[in-house]
């Protein structure tokens, strides 16, 4: 029937291999997708009534996230199957497999240019990785990912602030992210996806922890990521750590009305943790 709910028929707007999930920022002015094979992909100046077909995407070339020393220098939770898209590193990035060189318009680059990146993961430089989870700040000022090696041995959680401003060259612009802040993860519960989050006011970030989860700042005060930017990629630090599960922990997520943080874990259970004043 073609139809959805409203009786409208559906157009396909955008279509990659590997995606794992796609976001988009509060304004709707970008979408972030992160795919299984380490690539994040992001539309630039996103408009869903222009139909986009394979071959036909505004591409911005394919390059790795910054970090601040560079800049200096240079100017759903489940498991994933064995053999899946996340443990193969021989697929190129999109960019060179199904996108086109992109016609540019007058005064910047064309509405839905596509940006390839791979995100700079602290220790993951030659391995590759895979982005399992991806969250955006809610004030839209930096992405959010859970990142894990190929090979399953390693978990990272990443912060990258977004860099605005015009492109230095039509085509190869300067990176729209850089990393700020990161840690590694307890990886425990290997080869299942944790979904982890921004608090509602974008201070803190619940993220799962073996089998319970733990409450980063972006310092030991919770600043806003504003107020404590640092010059080269910091650690983000453990504000609390909160256990009450019998099993690894998969999934948490703040409450968007009150003061309250969920959990939920492997074997079904869900935890609610409310701080006592």
Not at 76 to 96: I, K, L
Not at 170 to 195: D, F, M, W
Request: glycine residues 8%; charged residues 20%; aromatic residues 6%.
């Amino acid at each position: 029937s073609r139809c959805t709910e409203d009786g409208c028929p559906h157009k396909k707007f955008f279509h990659t291999r590997f995606l794992m999930r796609m976001r988009l920022t509060p304004d709707c002015s970008k979408m972030l997708i992160s795919t299984s094979s380490g690539y994040l992909l992001i539309l630039h100046d996103l408009d869903l009534n222009k139909s986009l077909e394979v071959g036909s995407y505004p591409i911005l070339r394919a390059r790795r996230t910054t970090s601040s020393s560079d800049i200096t220098s240079s100017g759903s939770s489940g498991p994933r199957a064995v053999g899946s898209p996340c443990h193969q590193n021989n697929s190129g990035p999109p960019s060179e497999k199904t996108l086109s060189r992109p016609s540019q318009r007058e005064g910047g680059s064309p509405r839905n240019s596509l940006e390839v990146l791979t995100p700079e993961v602290p220790g993951e430089r030659d391995r590759g990785n895979c982005i399992t989870s991806l969250q955006l700040h809610p004030k839209g000022w930096a992405t959010l990912l859970r990142c894990s090696s190929n090979t399953d041995d390693q978990e990272w959680t990443c912060v990258y602030e977004f860099q605005e401003g015009a492109p230095v060259r039509p085509v190869s612009p300067r990176c729209s992210l850089r990393l700020t802040h990161c840690i590694e993860e307890a990886n425990v519960g290997r080869g299942y996806i944790k979904e982890l989050c921004f608090s509602p006011d974008g201070r803190m970030i619940s993220s799962p922890h073996g089998f319970g989860i733990r409450l980063l700042g972006f310092d030991a005060h919770c600043s806003e990521l504003v107020d404590c930017l640092p010059r080269e990629a910091s650690p983000l630090r453990e504000i609390r750590s909160l256990y009450s599960h019998n099993d690894v922990v998969l999934t948490t997520k703040f409450s968007p009305t009150h003061c309250q943080i969920a959990s939920g874990c492997l074997s079904g259970r869900v935890s609610l943790y409310q701080p006592k004043f």
